[in-house]
């Protein structure tokens, strides 16, 4: 079956640390997306990258940071410079040329940070 | 500047009655994209339908119906004869052309739909 995966579902971690988020697809979507999502919310978008070894900030890049070194998977690591990390965040890859196209998302990965 | 506007926030139907959720947008741009999406309580979001600017034709999917009206801005979605599984998290989209692709969320309306 075709999707997206996210990885953990939840994580917890202590204020000051880095955590890094996992998002794989094996759509051979070329774009992939980061978003966040706070309660009573809508998506913000943190970073996109439509190609591999290539990304660009979001709305809300601030202390965040990501890396695309393979088309199938897009990490995103939330640093200690976030101020508000404790979030719920999404994942979603297109199809890159010739759109916009619509996005698919994974399940999400539940942040907590205490 | 694009957004997106979902100004009903939570509704409650009860079970078999029809609703509609509102969506209006901004845009300078005259060709874009419209989606909706749902996010039932699982959290991942999925897609529902995309529209382009230039297709003003209404569309009719099952119990799905989405009104896309140019001249009010508006791209409204309807359930007919709502069921339990249908209560979730609804987002309106917008994505104009030649702008690498980036989608704007609206708020997102909360729709409890009553057995």
């Known amino acids: 079956d075709g999707g997206i995966t996210q990885s953990p579902k939840y994580l917890f971690r202590k204020e000051g640390q880095n955590v890094t988020l996992s998002c794989e697809q094996n759509l051979n979507h070329d774009a992939m997306y980061w978003y966040r999502q706070d309660p009573g919310q809508g998506l913000r978008l943190i970073y996109y990258s439509q190609i591999v070894n290539d990304f660009q900030k979001g709305d809300i890049a601030e202390g965040y940071s990501v890396s695309r070194e393979k088309k199938e998977s897009f990490p995103l690591t939330v640093t200690s410079a976030q101020k508000n990390p404790t979030a719920f965040y999404l994942c979603?890859?297109?199809?890159?040329?010739?759109?916009?196209?619509?996005?698919?998302f994974g399940p999400g990965t539940r942040l907590t940070v205490t | 500047a694009q957004k997106v506007t979902q100004a009903q926030t939570e509704i409650s139907v009860v079970e078999k009655e029809d609703v509609t959720l509102d969506c209006v947008y901004e845009?300078?741009?005259?060709?874009?994209?419209l989606f909706w999406y749902k996010q039932p309580p699982s959290g991942e979001l999925v897609f529902l339908i995309r529209r382009n600017s230039f297709d003003e034709q209404n569309e009719i999917s099952g119990r799905y119906s989405w009104n896309f009206q140019k001249s009010t801005s508006s791209f409204n979605f309807t359930i007919t004869a709502s069921q339990v599984v249908d209560s979730a998290v609804y987002f309106c989209a917008l994505s104009e052309a030649n702008r690498d692709d980036k989608i704007i969320f609206g708020k997102g309306t909360r729709l409890h739909i009553l057995p």
């Open positions: 845009t300078r741009d005259t060709t874009y994209y």
């Open positions: 979603a890859s297109s199809i890159s040329s010739g759109g916009p196209y619509e996005q698919y």
